[in-house]
């Protein structure tokens, strides 16, 4: 029998090609769905969707312009990249045949969005303690144009980092020089990863610099108890401490996300097993469902924005007493 294609030969069609040519154009099959395809399809889809809907609410909304919502819808922005990189892994991995490209594509979009959301993380802090201790000058319209030039230059330069691995510093084509991220090299991984470790510095230190300015500004107010009228609102021990205690939670979650990652980018190498690397990147890329949490969310005049898009009768009866330590 000669080796064709079925065929009906009542039909008088001729067999297309020979039964071999026809294996060797069959398209590879594509790895079966596991759980960490479904838990990456939905972390990816939460990502996305929570921070499209702050990006949606701070540009939609012509009063949120000051240079901390500028600093919030930047740092929505990344995360929301991060989300679509996600999709784009799981769909690259489990949907169609994976390539050189989409390799690229996707380790070079997650770069760039996870440096502009840890610029932007610095920013926050960065806004928070000029709020502070420039109280009387910081929010105005000079303010505002530097902000957003900080923020150009902040994704101009994420943009060329994340530019890296497309314009050739990759391991593709020498996988001895891989690093614990394919196809990102060790040098690169390892500048990427520095860099990310001094942010995390400089970001507390920023947040020590707050703690200070505050300490300073609750010692002004309970000296001026003793010198004005009793019936003034003041801000209570509780009032502080719960401050604080927040303050220590976004301090834990940007830590524990960060560092795992960035040390183990600078220790280990190719040969490491990637179970490590996925315990220390699925941090990193959590901190893009919490940072819309822990940031956008308890912002005052986002919620505020987002109660009367939900329930417009209910908004305009809630009010609130704000004191000057409120950080």
């Known amino acids: 029998l000669q080796e064709t294609l079925p065929w009906d030969e009542s039909s008088g069609l001729e067999p297309f090609f020979p039964l071999d040519q026809q294996e060797s154009s069959t398209q590879p099959e594509l790895p079966p769905l596991t759980i960490w395809g479904v838990a990456l399809c939905i972390s990816g889809t939460l990502i996305a969707t929570e921070?499209?809907?702050?990006?949606?609410?701070?540009l939609a909304t012509p009063s949120l312009r000051a240079p901390v919502f500028l600093l919030l819808a930047s740092l929505?922005?990344?995360?929301?990249l991060?989300?679509?990189a996600l999709l784009l892994h799981f769909l690259f991995r489990f949907c169609v045949e994976p390539s050189d490209w989409s390799d690229l594509l996707t380790s070079g979009l997650l770069v760039t969005s996870l440096t502009a959301s840890l610029c932007s993380l610095m920013g926050v802090a960065l806004d928070r303690y000029l709020s502070l201790s420039h109280a009387l000058t910081y929010g105005s319209g000079?303010?505002?144009?530097?902000?957003a030039t900080l923020l150009l230059l902040v994704w101009l330069g994420a943009c060329v980092i994340g530019a890296g691995p497309a314009m050739g510093w990759h391991c593709l084509q020498e996988p001895n020089s891989c690093s614990v991220a394919r196809p990102l090299t060790r040098t690169y991984l390892s500048l990427l990863c520095g860099g990310f470790l001094m942010i995390v510095v400089v970001t507390?230190?920023?947040?020590?610099g707050i703690c200070r300015v505050a300490r300073r500004h609750a010692h002004a107010i309970a000296t001026q108890r003793h010198f004005l009228p009793t019936n003034q609102p003041y801000p209570s021990r509780h009032s502080s401490g719960k401050g604080f205690s927040r303050l220590i939670l976004v301090l834990s979650v940007f830590v524990g996300c960060w560092m795992p990652f960035s040390l183990w980018g600078l220790l280990g190498d190719a040969s490491s097993p990637p179970l490590y690397t996925y315990a220390t990147l699925v941090p990193a890329a959590g901190s893009s469902?919490?940072?819309p949490i822990l940031y956008s969310l308890r912002n005052k005049d986002i919620r505020k924005v987002?109660?009367?898009?939900c329930c417009p009768h209910r908004s305009s009866n809630t009010t609130r007493t704000h004191y000057p330590v409120d950080v």
């Open 306 to 309: 987002l109660l009367h898009a």
């Open 82 to 84: 991060a989300g679509v």
């Open 76 to 80: 929505g922005l990344a995360d929301l």
């Open 51 to 58: 921070n499209a809907i702050v990006v949606t609410t701070i």
């Open 204 to 208: 507390l230190q920023l947040y020590a």
């Open 289 to 291: 469902l919490l940072n």
């Open 142 to 147: 000079q303010s505002r144009c530097r902000a």
